[in-house]
Nanobody, 127 residues
Framework: QVQLVESGGGLVQAGGSLRLSCAASGRTFSDYAMAWFRQAPGKEREFVATVTWDGTITQYKNSVKGRFTISRDNAKNTVYLQMNSLKPEDTAVYHC????????????????????WGQGTQVTVSS
């Protein structure tokens, strides 16, 4: 059973930066894609960014391309989301998630591919 714990959220002004971290427990962290999703009040959860099991491929939601960077450190069982040039519309609870597909490169932007979820960390961007 995988446990994921996010941290690093907070309140920042538009144009500022935050770095989110997601620490995973359990074995075989390095064999699965990891992703970040977010959910704003009254809205559906949406995909933000993902990285393959070996860290070679990343994908992003169009509105965060060029501003957000996902990375992973398999030795530390941790995935990160560096968020720069933050905008008020980035305000949401950010969740990390682990794919249920062993060493898969495909479909990793799809919420249905993930079977382990963290509790979330709040990101608030003021104007």
């Amino acid at each position: 059973q995988v446990q994921l714990v996010e941290s690093g959220g907070g309140l920042v002004q538009a144009g500022g930066s935050l770095r989110l971290s997601c620490a995973a427990s359990g074995r075989t962290f390095s064999d699965y894609a990891m992703a970040w999703f977010r959910q704003a009040p009254g809205k559906e959860r949406e995909f933000v960014a993902t990285v393959t099991w070996d860290g070679t491929i990343t994908q992003y939601k169009n509105s965060v391309k060029g501003r957000f960077t996902i990375s992973r450190d398999n030795a530390k069982n941790t995935v990160y989301l560096q968020m720069n040039s933050l905008k008020p519309e980035d305000t949401a609870v950010y969740h990390c998630a682990r794919s249920g597909d062993y060493r898969s490169w495909w479909g990793i932007t799809l919420q249905s591919k993930y079977n382990s979820w963290g509790q979330g960390t709040q990101v608030t961007v003021s104007s």
